[in-house]
């Protein structure tokens, strides 16, 4: 017996019972701003029989749109002649009218090709289905290439495609608020592999808030795919156009959030072509990082004067860390080539030991080691610590319930834990919170959380082994104020505060401690670690860089 538990074996109809859970979510936040096309779906669908139903869901499933009958094989449902035939005469399913070509010969076996194409193309020996499939497009016409349809559509129900498939693709995007998750997340939770925390899905708390706001998403995923097209084709023309509708405003902070990401991209692309006005009309627009980096950059050649009052305005008022940094590099050159008289940036001094070890497998390792001769523990933790300790410290406010943060079962933190709009939309329950933790016992009430909450998915904490221990210690060994500070360091900006720190945490418990970022021969402090011993000197932390170099033994 090794101990192991084995995962929950799931009923044959599984996939079934999860698509109603799924439809019901969607219904029950969105029903009001459905079209008459997707509730007749709802409608039909819940009308249909239920191996007909659990047929359109395994066929929505996969890669289609064609399947051919024959080869429709699933034990739990049996015969699906009956299926079939009622899922045409009620429209979950079609008989296709001219299908491309494309689609037609992945049905087909590479044998199945050379025997219906044999007279067409006497000498295809030896070519792979990919050759073969590409001979017979450049040499054949329309009509002959569809002869495998002609002889499919001649039988009944031999060949099928699942219809609404344009409101199932909808339904996915209001379950999961974005155009790249599916199912699969049913099946993950109901294995066993994680656990969910709990919070209400309900109309109040909808991603969506009208139907504008749905539909100008999806007319972006289109644009999206337009752009990548035309980029590819370095069609400046379309380019251009696309620029000029992503301008207009949206109606909505979620299509905000998705047009401020295409006008990132595409002002890029702009940049890269030389198209100076129109990059620069986009980022003016822009509510993203690094939009505002990106137009003083581009300013600064031109226009050094608006590049540095825009420098001062990030300055002033940073959207995030990376920003911040920015404006403190580029306001003294920017001044400096106005005529203004600048103090050079003071050069970072941080505290620094420089070691030569034997070389090991791990250079973080070697250096623990060799601390552990003057600290009683020594622990090789990058993000894990301070990550778990803001996810445990703030559990509560990650999962309130605010509008557009919390819209299906299967989140690991609301949708707007990486932007600035988490820190805005929670200003006073997050006050609060640091007050509450400005007094408390930090270690009874973290690890209170901790066994609370324990194999919880949470995005900030990794459930690993020895985390509790670990946590303990340093909880009750690294000072309040230390703590707190790092915490709000993290809210300023999660995405990027969540990494960056240093390598090692030195404990001596109950009296003292000390961060090390650990470098090896060749290695180089990246910005946003640079960044975290700027704060530690400022905040009274004690941390510093190990360099390591080997020695021959």
Same mark, same amino acid.
């Given at each position: 017996?090794?101990?192991?538990?084995?995962?929950?074996?799931?009923?044959?109809?599984?996939?079934?019972?999860?698509?109603?859970?799924?439809?019901?979510?969607?219904?029950?936040?969105?029903?009001?701003?459905?079209?008459?096309?997707?509730?007749?779906?709802?409608?039909?669908?819940?009308?249909?029989?239920?191996?007909?139903?659990?047929?359109?869901?395994?066929?929505?499933?996969?890669?289609?749109?064609?399947?051919?009958?024959?080869?429709?094989?699933?034990?739990?449902?049996?015969?699906?002649?009956?299926?079939? $035939?009622?899922?045409?005469?009620?429209?979950?399913?079609?008989?296709?009218?001219?299908?491309?070509?494309?689609?037609?010969?992945?049905?087909?076996?590479?044998?199945?090709?050379?025997?219906?194409?044999?007279?067409?193309?006497?000498?295809?020996?030896?070519?792979?289905?990919?050759?073969?499939?590409?001979?017979?497009?450049?040499?054949?016409?329309?009509?002959?290439?569809?002869?495998?349809?002609?002889?499919?559509?001649?039988?009944?129900?031999?060949?099928?495609?699942?219809?609404?498939?344009?409101?199932?693709?909808?339904?996915?995007?209001?379950?999961?608020?974005?155009?790249?998750?599916?199912?699969?997340?049913?099946?993950?939770?109901?294995?066993?592999?994680?656990?969910?925390?709990?919070?209400?899905?309900?109309?109040?708390?909808?991603?969506?808030?009208?139907?504008?706001?749905?539909?100008?998403?999806?007319?972006?995923?289109?644009?999206?795919?337009?752009?990548?097209?035309? $980029?590819?084709?370095?069609?400046?023309?379309?380019?251009? $156009?696309?620029?000029?509708?992503?301008?207009?405003?949206?109606?909505?902070?979620?299509?905000?959030?998705?047009?401020?990401?295409?006008?990132?991209?595409?002002?890029?692309?702009?940049?890269?072509?030389?198209?100076?006005?129109?990059?620069?009309?986009?980022?003016?627009?822009?509510?993203?990082?690094?939009?505002?980096?990106?137009?003083?950059?581009?300013?600064?050649?031109?226009?050094?004067?608006?590049?540095?009052?825009?420098?001062?305005?990030?300055?002033?008022?940073?959207?995030?860390?990376?920003?911040?940094?920015?404006?403190?590099?580029?306001?003294?050159?920017?001044?400096?080539?106005?005529?203004?008289?600048?103090?050079?940036?003071?050069?970072?001094?941080?505290?620094?030991?420089?070691?030569?070890?034997?070389?090991?497998?791990?250079?973080?390792?070697?250096?623990?080691?060799?601390?552990?001769?003057?600290?009683?523990?020594?622990?090789?933790?990058?993000?894990?610590?301070?990550?778990?300790?803001?996810?445990?410290?703030?559990?509560?406010?990650?999962?309130?319930?605010?509008?557009?943060?919390?819209?299906?079962?299967?989140?690991?933190?609301?949708?707007?834990?990486?932007?600035?709009?988490?820190?805005?939309?929670?200003?006073? $329950?997050?006050?609060?919170?640091?007050?509450?933790?400005?007094?408390?016992?930090?270690?009874?009430?973290?690890?209170?959380?901790?066994?609370?909450?324990?194999?919880?998915?949470?995005?900030?904490?990794?459930?690993?082994?020895?985390?509790?221990?670990?946590?303990?210690?340093?909880?009750?060994?690294?000072?309040?104020?230390?703590?707190?500070?790092?915490?709000?360091?993290?809210?300023?900006?999660?995405?990027?505060?969540?990494?960056?720190?240093?390598?090692?945490?030195?404990?001596?418990?109950?009296?003292?401690?000390?961060?090390?970022?650990?470098?090896?021969?060749?290695?180089?402090?990246?910005?946003?670690?640079?960044?975290?011993?700027?704060?530690?000197?400022?905040?009274?932390?004690?941390?510093?860089?190990?360099?390591?170099?080997?020695?021959?033994?």
């Amino acid at each position: 017996m090794n101990g192991s538990v084995a995962p929950p074996v799931l009923p044959p109809r599984y996939y079934l019972e999860n698509f109603h859970k799924f439809v019901a979510t969607v219904e029950q936040q969105y029903r009001d701003i459905l079209t008459e096309n997707e509730r007749a779906f709802l409608s039909t669908f819940a009308d249909a029989s239920e191996i007909l139903q659990c047929l359109y869901v395994r066929l929505v499933s996969r890669r289609g749109p064609l399947f051919r009958a024959e080869a429709l094989h699933y034990p739990e449902l049996g015969d699906l002649t009956a299926a079939l $035939a009622e899922g045409l005469r009620c429209g979950l399913l079609q008989q296709p009218e001219k299908p491309d070509f494309a689609h037609l010969a992945r049905l087909l076996r590479k044998a199945e090709l050379e025997t219906i194409y044999a007279e067409h193309l006497p000498s295809q020996a030896g070519l792979r289905k990919p050759e073969l499939i590409q001979l017979l497009v450049s040499s054949l016409d329309q009509d002959q290439l569809l002869i495998p349809w002609k002889r499919w559509r001649s039988a009944q129900c031999a060949l099928v495609q699942p219809m609404y498939t344009e409101v199932i693709v909808l339904l996915r995007l209001l379950f999961f608020g974005n155009d790249y998750q599916d199912l699969t997340e049913f099946v993950v939770s109901d294995l066993g592999y994680t656990q969910h925390a709990s919070y209400p899905l309900d109309p109040e708390y909808r991603l969506f808030k009208s139907r504008q706001e749905v539909d100008e998403y999806l007319e972006l995923s289109a644009l999206k795919t337009l752009m990548k097209e035309a $980029a590819i084709k370095n069609d400046r023309g379309t380019l251009v $156009a696309l620029g000029r509708r992503l301008r207009e405003s949206a109606s909505g902070s979620v299509t905000e959030g998705v047009r401020d990401r295409l006008r990132l991209r595409l002002a890029r692309q702009f940049e890269r072509e030389g198209l100076y006005r129109e990059a620069r009309e986009l980022y003016q627009r822009c509510g993203l990082h690094p939009a505002r980096q990106r137009l003083t950059r581009l300013l600064a050649e031109r226009e050094p004067k608006t590049a540095l009052a825009l420098c001062e305005k990030i300055s002033a008022d940073p959207w995030c860390e990376a920003e911040r940094d920015f404006a403190r590099r580029s306001r003294p050159t920017l001044a400096k080539r106005l005529g203004h008289k600048v103090s050079p940036l003071p050069r970072d001094r941080f505290d620094e030991d420089r070691l030569a070890l034997p070389k090991p497998k791990s250079v973080e390792r070697a250096a623990a080691l060799h601390y552990l001769e003057g600290w009683p523990e020594a622990h090789h933790l990058e993000n894990l610590l301070f990550n778990a300790s803001f996810g445990l410290a703030f559990w509560q406010e990650i999962f309130l319930p605010v509008a557009g943060a919390f819209i299906n079962p299967f989140q690991a933190a609301p949708l707007d834990m990486y932007t600035p709009r988490f820190e805005r939309s929670r200003r006073v $329950a997050l006050r609060r919170r640091l007050d509450h933790l400005s007094q408390c016992d930090l270690a009874d009430t973290l690890l209170a959380t901790y066994e609370q909450q324990q194999g919880i998915t949470n995005s900030w904490v990794a459930w690993r082994a020895g985390l509790r221990s670990v946590l303990e210690t340093a909880l009750r060994t690294v000072p309040r104020q230390h703590w707190l500070a790092i915490w709000q360091r993290m809210l300023f900006d999660p995405e990027a505060n969540r990494n960056g720190f240093p390598d090692l945490l030195l404990l001596n418990p109950g009296h003292g401690y000390r961060l090390v970022e650990v470098k090896g021969p060749g290695d180089q402090l990246q910005a946003n670690q640079r960044r975290w011993l700027r704060f530690f000197q400022t905040a009274g932390i004690p941390a510093g860089i190990c360099w390591v170099s080997w020695t021959d033994a």
